[in-house]
């Protein structure tokens, strides 16, 4: 006979770990004070503070904001009396004590419990009138309670008496000098206090306020001492100039049954010179064209297309340009050299012609002329893509910051991307460094690291940190995917996730389908870029008649730019997780 456990005995079991759930998890999601109080981890440990050292930070001043000893500090932190490292997470001890709270209204003793960090019982013993239920303005008497403690600069902080302390008012002195500061839009109470280094009950307490709630054009009288009466230097990412909508869309004015003409490298004379891989390329991607086209004829569309060999004997490419009368067209997809492109770049910028650029180029390609159009995503939109996605995902994202000072642009535009899109209830975004990022493992729950950099001997010790681990993940760049320490070495079976323009899956059931009808035509196998020819022409053509984005086999489509002047790109992305030496599209 085998037993079973009874869903009591179940429970009873995980009792401590309930229980210790419920304390970490209620401090830091309270909606009242958790975008204001410093958040409390909980571990086997003990019960501790984090906080993130800042410019102006002391040892001194960290001990006397928390109210912590310096010798249970310097011990919970082996190395910070050598100095602290701004950007460093920091773990500060947590001395219980008894704490004065007045009930606000909708609060309960369950809320109470979790926001202290002691049992409903425990509440109930110290305050036996709360047994019937909590009133407004009632006094409690709550003892052996995590005290919460705002988030401000330390560098110079009024010390927290060791004494019974009244939670709802920490009395500070200072020497004031006192500005009038007007509220802006997406100011908070604790952006306020960091910009004036001041703490957020003393904003409070000096402006007679009950809540950190605020709004913009709300006047604050903000007291300042008088050291720090200069302007408050601000630290502010590095952006980069973001996609807009704009209310004209690209194309809107081209016709619906428009003149089209697409240049590809074929080499049908066989020019020596020519590299075979470059040819075999075009062919592929005018077969998929060929199959757009008459996907689209079915569907009733109609258009005039003519596909011209750029690589020909005795024939330059400017010649082309003035020879073809490439000028009758309304939309031309350009060469995909390089050299090339930048010709007909040149050449279309006095004419009202529409270009597709069908691979990678520079955004300067599209300098100064709206009526241009890169459909392979640049990098900016794919971080940009990364950051949205991140914001999705079920757990903390946590950016290492890169040290190669020519990479910092990715971890400024996920940053801002990241901050820009988030709403007041997603998990913020929190930055460490190659020197503190382990310490964020003690957080618990799943943890996501972006790591934005192309420094290999950096990178693989980050995936090698977190091979085999379910609670860490990482992600990256498509670039690493060329390191043959990733994709040609068994032993380092890596997982990482990243954003590519484009995603090419022979177990994706839309690409199976697609590989037996390009079968069945041409009994071969289905490559990359024949769903690469078959999309491009199919996404551009049907946004040009539907005016909405655009999804296809390997790759979407969705054009805006970055101001009136320049011309469009393709801000679509595929998040992408490299598991098992495989790709495997996370949208589809």
Same mark, same amino acid.
């Given at each position: 006979?085998?037993?079973?456990?009874?869903?009591?005995?179940?429970?009873?079991?995980?009792?401590?770990?309930?229980?210790?759930?419920?304390?970490?998890?209620?401090?830091?999601?309270?909606?009242?004070?958790?975008?204001?109080?410093?958040?409390?981890?909980?571990?086997?440990?003990?019960?501790?503070?984090?906080?993130?050292?800042?410019?102006?930070?002391?040892?001194?001043?960290?001990?006397?904001w928390?109210?912590?000893?310096?010798?249970?500090?310097?011990?919970?932190?082996?190395?910070?009396?050598?100095?602290?490292?701004?950007?460093?997470?920091?773990?500060?001890?947590v001395?219980?004590?008894?704490?004065?709270?007045?009930?606000?209204?909708?609060?309960? /003793?369950?809320?109470?419990?979790?926001?202290?960090?002691?049992?409903?019982?425990?509440?109930?013993?110290?305050?036996?009138?709360?047994?019937? +239920?909590? !009133?407004?303005?009632?006094?409690?008497?709550?003892?052996?309670?995590?005290?919460?403690?705002?988030i401000?600069?330390?560098?110079?902080?009024?010390?927290?008496s060791?004494?019974?302390?009244?939670?709802?008012?920490?009395?500070?002195?200072?020497s004031?000098?006192?500005?009038? @500061?007007?509220?802006?839009?997406?100011?908070?109470?604790y952006?306020?206090?960091?910009?004036?280094?001041?703490?957020?009950?003393?904003?409070?307490?000096?402006?007679?306020?009950?809540?950190?709630?605020?709004?913009?054009?709300?006047?604050?009288?903000?007291?300042?001492k008088?050291?720090?009466?200069?302007?408050?230097?601000?630290?502010?990412?590095? !952006?980069?100039?973001p996609?807009?909508?704009?209310?004209?869309?690209?194309?809107?004015?081209?016709?619906?049954?428009?003149?089209?003409?697409?240049?590809?490298?074929?080499?049908?004379?066989?020019?020596?010179?020519?590299?075979?891989?470059?040819?075999?390329?075009?062919? &592929?991607?005018?077969?998929?064209?060929?199959?757009?086209?008459?996907? /689209?004829?079915?569907? +009733?569309?109609?258009?005039t297309?003519?596909?011209?060999?750029?690589?020909?004997?005795?024939?330059?490419?400017?010649?082309?340009?003035?020879?073809?009368?490439?000028?009758?067209?309304?939309?031309?997809?350009?060469?995909? &050299?390089?050299?090339?492109?930048?010709?007909? @770049?040149?050449?279309?910028m006095?004419?009202?012609? @529409?270009?597709?650029?069908?691979?990678?180029?520079?955004?300067?390609?599209?300098?100064?002329?709206?009526?241009?159009?890169?459909?392979?995503?640049?990098?900016?939109?794919?971080i940009?893509?990364?950051?949205?996605?991140?914001?999705?995902?079920?757990?903390?994202?946590?950016?290492?910051?890169?040290?190669?000072?020519?990479? @910092?642009?990715?971890?400024?535009t996920?940053?801002?991307?990241? *901050?820009?899109?988030?709403n007041?209830?997603?998990?913020?975004?929190?930055?460490?460094?190659?020197?503190?990022?382990?310490?964020?493992?003690?957080? +618990?729950?799943?943890?996501?690291?972006?790591?934005?950099?192309?420094?290999?001997?950096?990178?693989?010790?980050?995936?090698?940190?977190?091979?085999?681990?379910?609670?860490?993940?990482?992600?990256?760049?498509?670039?690493?995917?060329?390191?043959?320490?990733?994709?040609?070495?068994?032993?380092?079976?890596?997982?990482?996730?990243?954003?590519?323009?484009?995603?090419?899956?022979?177990?994706?059931?839309?690409?199976?389908?697609?590989? *037996?009808?390009?079968?069945?035509?041409?009994?071969?196998?289905?490559?990359?870029?024949?769903?690469?020819?078959?999309?491009?022409?199919?996404?551009?053509?049907?946004?040009?008649?539907?005016?909405?984005?655009?999804?296809?086999?390997?790759?979407?489509?969705?054009?805006?730019?970055?101001?009136?002047?320049?011309?469009?790109?393709?801000?679509?992305?595929?998040?992408?997780?490299?598991?098992?030496?495989?790709?495997?599209?996370?949208? !589809?």
């Amino acid at each position: 006979m085998t037993s079973v456990p009874s869903h009591l005995q179940q429970l009873n079991g995980n009792n401590m770990i309930i229980r210790i759930l419920i304390i970490f998890f209620g401090i830091i999601t309270s909606s009242k004070f958790s975008a204001q109080f410093a958040e409390v981890l909980k571990n086997e440990k003990g019960i501790f503070y984090i906080h993130t050292i800042e410019e102006g930070n002391t040892v001194f001043g960290i001990h006397n904001w928390y109210g912590c000893s310096v010798e249970d500090l310097l011990k919970s932190n082996p190395g910070i009396e050598r100095g602290l490292v701004i950007g460093t997470v920091i773990y500060v001890p947590v001395t219980l004590r008894t704490v004065q709270h007045t009930v606000q209204k909708q609060e309960t /003793l369950f809320g109470l419990s979790k926001l202290y960090g002691v049992s409903v019982d425990s509440i109930i013993a110290q305050n036996p009138s709360t047994e019937n +239920g909590l !009133k407004i303005d009632q006094k409690l008497s709550i003892r052996n309670a995590v005290p919460r403690i705002a988030i401000a600069e330390t560098s110079n902080p009024e010390p927290i008496s060791n004494q019974t302390i009244e939670a709802e008012n920490i009395r500070l002195t200072f020497s004031d000098s006192v500005v009038e @500061h007007t509220v802006l839009p997406q100011e908070n109470m604790y952006t306020i206090a960091k910009r004036f280094m001041i703490p957020v009950q003393r904003i409070l307490e000096y402006n007679q306020l009950s809540s950190t709630k605020i709004n913009a054009g709300q006047k604050l009288k903000i007291p300042l001492k008088k050291e720090n009466l200069a302007p408050v230097p601000t630290r502010t990412p590095v !952006k980069i100039s973001p996609l807009i909508a704009n209310p004209v869309k690209w194309g809107e004015k081209l016709s619906k049954s428009p003149k089209i003409a697409i240049l590809l490298p074929l080499n049908l004379d066989s020019l020596s010179e020519v590299n075979k891989n470059v040819s075999n390329f075009g062919l &592929d991607f005018y077969i998929g064209v060929k199959m757009a086209i008459d996907s /689209l004829n079915l569907a +009733g569309y109609s258009a005039t297309v003519k596909v011209i060999d750029y690589n020909q004997k005795g024939r330059s490419f400017a010649d082309l340009l003035s020879n073809e009368n490439l000028a009758s067209f309304d939309l031309i997809f350009a060469p995909f &050299d390089k050299k090339e492109a930048e010709l007909l @770049h040149n050449w279309s910028m006095n004419r009202k012609i @529409h270009i597709v650029y069908p691979t990678q180029v520079s955004h300067e390609i599209v300098k100064n002329n709206p009526l241009a159009l890169t459909y392979s995503s640049q990098n900016e939109s794919l971080i940009n893509g990364l950051a949205e996605y991140c914001r999705k995902l079920p757990g903390r994202i946590v950016l290492i910051k890169n040290e190669k000072t020519d990479e @910092h642009w990715m971890q400024n535009t996920f940053s801002s991307a990241y *901050r820009n899109l988030s709403n007041d209830n997603d998990t913020p975004l929190i930055e460490a460094s190659l020197k503190n990022y382990k310490q964020f493992e003690q957080l +618990g729950g799943l943890i996501y690291f972006v790591y934005l950099s192309t420094e290999k001997e950096k990178v693989l010790p980050l995936l090698t940190n977190y091979q085999s681990s379910e609670n860490f993940k990482i992600i990256g760049l498509k670039d690493w995917l060329e390191w043959k320490e990733i994709n040609a070495t068994v032993q380092n079976k890596f997982t990482f996730m990243f954003t590519a323009p484009n995603q090419f899956d022979y177990d994706n059931e839309h690409i199976k389908h697609f590989q *037996r009808k390009y079968r069945n035509s041409k009994q071969s196998d289905l490559t990359k870029t024949v769903c690469l020819g078959y999309d491009i022409f199919r996404n551009v053509f049907l946004y040009l008649q539907q005016r909405v984005p655009q999804v296809g086999i390997v790759s979407s489509f969705s054009p805006m730019q970055r101001n009136e002047r320049d011309g469009y790109e393709n801000s679509a992305y595929i998040p992408v997780l490299f598991e098992d030496f495989k790709t495997r599209n996370l949208l !589809k």
